[in-house]
T-cell receptor, first 115, second 113 residues
Framework: QKEVEQDPGPLSVPEGAIVSLNCTYS??????FMWYRQYSRKGPELLMY????GNKEDGRFTAQVDKSSKYISLFIRDSQPSDSATYLC???????????????FGKGTKLTVNP | DSGVTQTPKHLITATGQRVTLRCSPR?????VYWYQQSLDQGLQFLIH???????AKGNILERFSAQQFPDLHSELNLSSLELGDSALYFC????????????FGPGTRLLVL
């Protein structure tokens, strides 16, 4: 079983829809959970990161972490064509000296928002 | 623009050769991370440097090595190149040691023929 699983999609939605992107993980040691957006031929761009279980909101984006189910989600409200990109989840464990002891990315979900 | 620069943008080379990829982090960032991204493997963490010291290793092959210099720029050296090394190589920088907030560069596209 892979440590981080992410449905590659593709996911196609109409403009204005609510989008739900998800990742599951198997390693209960993961402490930090991140979401990145990657446009074609560009570097990933950090959208949000969170440490604890629960919800974190930033504008149209909400990140949700359920550590008991080992499941994280990213919700995009009022989706726009400019949201069309690949979304990557990432998870990390801090080592005893403070650095990331383990850092794993999901393979990404390709999202298209149609006008 | 993330503020992270990578050179070169594109690199075409032959099997068995050695190449060096360069990364300049954002001003003030002490951490540099290197990643390899291919279609089948996704984004794979290779190695992390913080203020000149290696702090963590991921799925980095023995043929690959990296270092971070006193001015905080970093280089990733890839040697004895194989066809399967063709990929996008990204570096990312962060102000902190933890790596939760990383800013990625535009990447170097490597093609090994």
């Amino acid at each position: 079983q892979k440590e981080v699983e992410q449905d590659p999609g593709p996911l196609s939605v109409p403009e204005g829809a609510i989008v739900s992107l998800n990742c599951t993980y198997s390693n209960s040691a993961f402490q930090y959970f991140m979401w990145y957006r990657q446009y074609s031929r560009k570097g990933p761009e950090l959208l949000m990161y969170t440490y604890s279980s629960g919800n974190k909101e930033d504008g149209r984006f909400t990140a949700q972490v359920d550590k008991s189910s080992k499941y994280i989600s990213l919700f995009i409200r009022d989706s726009q064509p400019s949201d069309s990109a690949t979304y990557l989840c990432a998870m990390s464990v801090r080592g005893t000296q403070g650095g990331s002891e383990k850092l794993v990315f999901g393979k990404g979900t390709k999202l298209t928002v149609n006008p | 623009d993330s503020g992270v620069t990578q050179t070169p943008k594109h690199l075409i080379t032959a099997t068995g050769q050695r190449v060096t990829l360069r990364c300049s982090p954002r001003s003030g960032d002490l951490s540099v991370y290197w990643y390899q991204q291919s279609l089948d493997q996704g984004l794979q963490f290779l190695i992390h440097y913080y203020n000149g010291e290696e702090r963590a290793k991921g799925n980095i092959l023995e043929r690959f090595s990296a270092q971070q210099f006193p001015d905080l720029h970093s280089e990733l050296n890839l040697s004895s190149l194989e066809l399967g090394d063709s990929a996008l190589y990204f570096c990312a920088s962060s102000r902190t040691l933890g790596g939760e907030t990383q800013y990625f560069g535009p990447g170097t596209r490597l093609l090994v023929l």
